[in-house]
């Protein structure tokens, strides 16, 4: 028995530890830097790099002696503007380390190296982002209100929407996102054991699964309401050897993510959501532990 329990011990153990270890791989981007109506925002991603030829010619001539970090890899930030409902690119800054001092200064790159990189984009003097098409630009400024430690999946207090066509904004919206109800439901540092506890699973009506030793319990686009009760979501239920889910385990999770009251509940860009809002979660669901608990062994 001591040995039985030992080995489920360090089956739990190693399931969490590698979903961490998958989480901490991720890491949140800096992104760039825009203007608008004489306001800095932050803004939630690079348009420069999703012109693959830019962004090669960028990274050449970017000095190497400029500080690079796992939130921005690349070691420059853009500084951008909105004119007359055009994008503009105003300049790039890099940070640049010295390391007999030790020390580091901000500097933007010269105005030679911006012509050679840009010069096709020109127009009275200015770099238009013409190459750039994008139907949801995000930028936001003030506290944050959501944070996920993953590239751009972060909201702050005000965010601005931009709709862009060729480096022209055909559409902008506005929003003042917050915490609606902060102490309800997440899934924020769930354990196996709260897992148990939340979804307790009538597995033994599914027979194939005497030989299966855990479950994947995905779930995703969780939508609220204003008062953190739980409207719809996606769920599957699967295992390792399995295509599909299991459609009545999943909807047994279903029924019981919609008994849970209330979930911690944020306004995002128009919607009542959870801390689901940018990315879903994978729940490992340990049947061997289960089949061992019914045996009495624990």
């Known amino acids: ?3 039985h329990y030992g080995m489920m011990k360090r089956l739990i153990a190693g399931v969490l530890m590698f979903i961490t270890a998958m989480g901490a791989s991720a890491t949140g981007q800096s992104g760039d830097m825009i203007t608008i109506n004489g306001e800095q925002w932050n803004l939630l ?29 690349d070691g420059y930030t853009a500084y951008w503007s909105i004119r007359n409902d055009r994008l503009y690119l105003d300049r790039i800054e890099v940070e640049l ?8 200064r ?13 010069g096709k984009y020109m127009k009275n ?32 207090e005000h965010e601005q929407i931009l709709s862009i ?32 506890r939340r979804f307790p699973l009538h597995t033994q009506n599914y027979p194939k699964l005497a030989d299966v030793g855990r479950l994947i319990i995905s779930i995703s686009k969780v939508q609220l309401d204003s008062n953190g009760n739980l409207l719809d979501c996606n769920v599957t239920v699967t295992h390792r050897d399995m295509k599909g889910s299991i459609e009545g385990l999943a909807q047994e999770v279903k029924t019981l993510l919609k ?6 509940t944020l306004y995002i860009n128009g ?25 009495g062994h624990f």
């Open 45 to 73: 991603g690079k348009p420069i790099d999703w012109d693959s030829v830019l962004y090669k010619s960028l990274l050449k001539v970017l000095p190497e002696e400029r500080s690079i970090n796992t939130a921005n890899w």
């Open 1 to 3: 028995m001591g040995k």
């Open 271 to 295: 919607e009542y959501v959870s801390t689901l809002y940018h990315q879903s979660i994978t729940l490992p669901y340990v049947l061997a532990l289960a089949k061992t608990q019914e045996k």
């Open 125 to 156: 003097g200015r770099i238009e982002a013409s190459w750039f098409s994008m139907p949801e630009l995000r930028a936001g400024k003030g506290r944050t209100v959501y944070y996920v430690h993953s590239g751009y999946c972060r909201n702050q």
């Open 259 to 264: 008994q849970i009251h209330p979930w911690k």
């Open 106 to 118: 901000k500097a933007n790159i010269t105005e030679a190296d911006m012509h050679h990189v840009f």
């Open 165 to 196: 066509e060729r480096g022209k904004i055909v559409k902008r919206q506005s929003y003042h996102n917050r915490v609606v109800v902060a102490d309800g439901f997440s899934f924020d540092n769930i354990n196996q054991e709260e897992i148990r």
């Open 97 to 104: 380390y010295n390391k007999e001092t030790r020390h580091s």
